[in-house]
């Protein structure tokens, strides 16, 4: 299953599907902001602690043996951090789920909202495209310790649905910051450039990171389902995404690498039909 169409008769249904996905998520999302709400006001864990100080002050004066002594007193002390180390740990359950619903929910937005956006005439700034992608991701980049650098000429181009083209780059730049966390190399960095190429009429932009590159002919990473990820929900679409998008606009993709471990480099050709140097 290498290409995945859909025709404009299949908007209403698409439509339908998003809607009702969004109705199947309503109630885990509820549920888990109130469990969450319930485990950080819980009774048992605020007061635990207060509860049981007062047997810890009384156990001195109980005619017990003092070993019976310690081992209960080691009980008081470990039921409260026992029980602390329990609600933390579910409300990191819980949390997880929670970002993955908020991730399925702007999937499910991102989706609706260019479900019947239909290409005009209008003249996109690819470099302010490309700024906005990078925007996305400035949190993500952070928390893996990513330096990103833009070298961007001011160029446009018209007849492309830009959500489309944003989401092109997102899933190129996510792409390129899991190889080069998932390499655990020291220098981590991306390099995102953008310039027109008058003579095949065409803009280029290349995306080169410092990740472990990629060990396939580079045009398996572009096929349905292919991912190195073993956990994710959206595994083996994003890249696949790319180029079919750009092969509807008469694009293209392409994947470059210099040698295992040395990284990897995406160019993407968007044709200059109507783009003009702002």
């Keep these: 299953m290498d290409n995945i169409e859909y025709k404009d008769d299949d908007s209403e249904l698409l439509s339908d599907m998003l809607h009702k996905m969004g109705n199947a998520l309503s109630s885990p999302k509820v549920t888990v902001a109130s469990l969450m709400k319930s485990f950080e006001q819980s009774t048992i864990r605020c007061h635990i602690k207060a ?6 002050e009384v156990l001195p004066l109980c005619d017990i043996p003092e070993e019976k002594r310690q081992q209960l007193l080691k009980v008081i002390k470990f039921i409260p951090k026992c029980t602390e180390s329990e609600y933390q740990r579910n409300e990191e359950e819980l949390r997880s789920i929670k970002k993955n619903i908020e991730e399925l929910e702007s999937l499910m ?8 956006l239909k290409a005009d005439g209008k003249t996109i700034s690819v470099d302010q495209v490309i700024k906005k ?3 996305t991701q ?3 980049f952070k928390e893996k310790g990513i330096s990103i650098e833009a ?5 446009s181009v018209a007849g492309i649905q830009e959500i489309k083209l944003l989401q092109t780059f997102i899933n190129v730049l996510e792409n390129a910051s899991e190889s080069i966390h998932a390499n655990k190399k020291t220098n981590k ?3 995102v450039s953008s310039s027109l190429d008058p003579v095949n009429k065409q803009v280029v932009v290349k995306i080169k990171d410092s990740g472990g590159g990629f060990k396939v002919e580079s045009q398996e990473l572009f096929k349905y389902g292919y991912t190195t990820k073993l956990k994710s929900p959206y595994s083996g679409f994003g890249l696949h995404f790319c180029k079919h998008f750009l092969d509807s606009i008469g694009g293209q993709i ?3 690498n210099p040698g295992e471990g040395e990284g990897a480099e995406f160019s993407i050709y968007l044709p200059l039909t109507k783009a003009s140097l702002r």
Excluded: G
Excluded at 51 to 56: A, G, K, M, T, V
Excluded at 151 to 155: G, T
């Design 189 to 191: 960095e991306i390099v």
């Design 109 to 116: 937005d991102n989706c609706s909202r260019y479900i019947y």
């Design 51 to 56: 509860i049981l100080s007062p047997l810890e």
């Design 254 to 256: 392409t994947a470059y």
């Design 138 to 140: 400035d949190l993500n």
């Design 151 to 155: 070298k961007l000429e001011e160029v």
């Design 133 to 135: 992608a990078i925007a």
